[in-house]
């Protein structure tokens, strides 16, 4: 799991221990983990750090397999200026990209009817009217390298990122549970919704007036901001999926919390088309050093989604 060490994904991952025979490793950059969890060094905006993730999660699994993997970490920047040692837009980086690398490293560790839950955001709907610039693309180099697309203001450009980075998270799901991996294992991926959850970290690095009144609409100012999530609610949803209690039904990837309680709706007009969903999937690819398809034989030459292994990793 990433993104368990605070806010409603601390939530999601006592919920998680708290289920008898429950074992859960959790990426972290040196937060304490809860009580029962193993920590393992992941730092998601290095792709170095996440290769090296997916490798000692293969060691300590010994074998055994991935009943769920959880990919909630995410951020939001005040412009999309910042670059990863990789090169890439920050936001980007972390929100979608290593997640992506991630779920291609471990994809051939998930057991048969295992789940994939990536953490999204309705701001990626243009429908959901949250008051963000919606995506205009979800092309991966320009997402990565936004000095090559159209030119904006920092903070309309930092919040874009964080739109389009959301979008890209829904596509890759929805690329995931239609793929032969997935159909043939009975592998789910849902992305996730949790509303506007105030108090979480996810403006951490965002100027000191906007973090304050974060945190107080996270608590004593919470009557202030009509359709606020609760963390207990959207940590309890997360792990509600997680275990498979919560499970999509025919068709459907994309989960909303709303009103606190779990609806199964579309995405975006733009999340819902299959030509932008397999461009992601191979730019995505290309950007981390993959073969669009799982295995790391020759090039790609038309869209397959995931095969039956991920990337380094092999079948036993």
């Known amino acids: 799991m990433t993104g368990g060490t605070s806010g409603f994904g601390l939530v999601a991952a006592r919920r998680l221990l708290a289920e008898p025979g ?31 993730f997916a490798v000692a999660v293969t060691e300590r699994l010994a074998g055994a397999r991935i009943d769920a993997l959880v990919l909630n970490a995410g951020l939001l920047r005040p412009d999309a200026d910042g670059r990863t040692p990789d090169g890439f837009e920050t936001t980007f980086a972390v929100n979608h990209l290593a997640h992506y690398l991630l779920l291609r490293l471990l994809v051939g560790r998930l057991a048969p009817g295992g789940v994939v839950v990536l953490t999204t955001s309705g701001t990626h709907d243009p429908a959901e009217r949250a008051g963000l610039p919606v995506p205009r693309h979800a092309d991966a180099r320009l997402l990565a390298h936004p000095e090559r697309d159209v030119r904006e203001r920092p903070g309309t450009a930092g919040r874009r990122a964080y739109t389009a980075s959301k979008l890209c998270v829904v596509l890759t799901a929805r690329a995931l549970a239609s793929s032969p991996v997935a159909l043939e294992r009975g592998i789910a991926a849902v992305a996730f919704c949790p509303g506007q959850i105030p108090g979480t970290g996810l403006v951490r690095d965002m100027p000191l007036p906007l973090r304050a009144g974060w945190r107080l609409l996270g608590g004593p100012l919470r009557a202030l901001k009509p359709g606020a999530g609760r963390r207990a609610d959207a940590g309890a949803a997360l792990a509600g999926i997680a275990l498979g209690g919560l499970r999509p039904p025919p068709c459907e990837s994309y989960a909303a919390l709303r009103g606190g309680r779990v609806v199964w709706k579309e995405p975006s007009v733009l999340a819902r088309r299959d030509d932008v969903a397999r461009r992601l999937w191979e730019e995505s690819a ?28 092999t079948e036993s």
């Not at 009580?35 to 170095?48: K, Q």
């Not at 669009?292 to 095969?307: E, Y």
């Open 22 to 52: 429950t074992r859960l490793l959790l990426g972290t950059r040196g937060s304490p983990v809860p009580d029962g969890a193993g920590g393992v060094p992941l730092d998601l905006a290095r792709l170095d750090d996440v290769r090296a």
């Open 286 to 313: 290309a950007l981390v050093g993959l073969d669009a398809r799982a295995g790391g034989r020759a090039p790609a030459t038309s869209w397959s989604g995931p095969l039956a292994l991920g990337d380094g990793v």
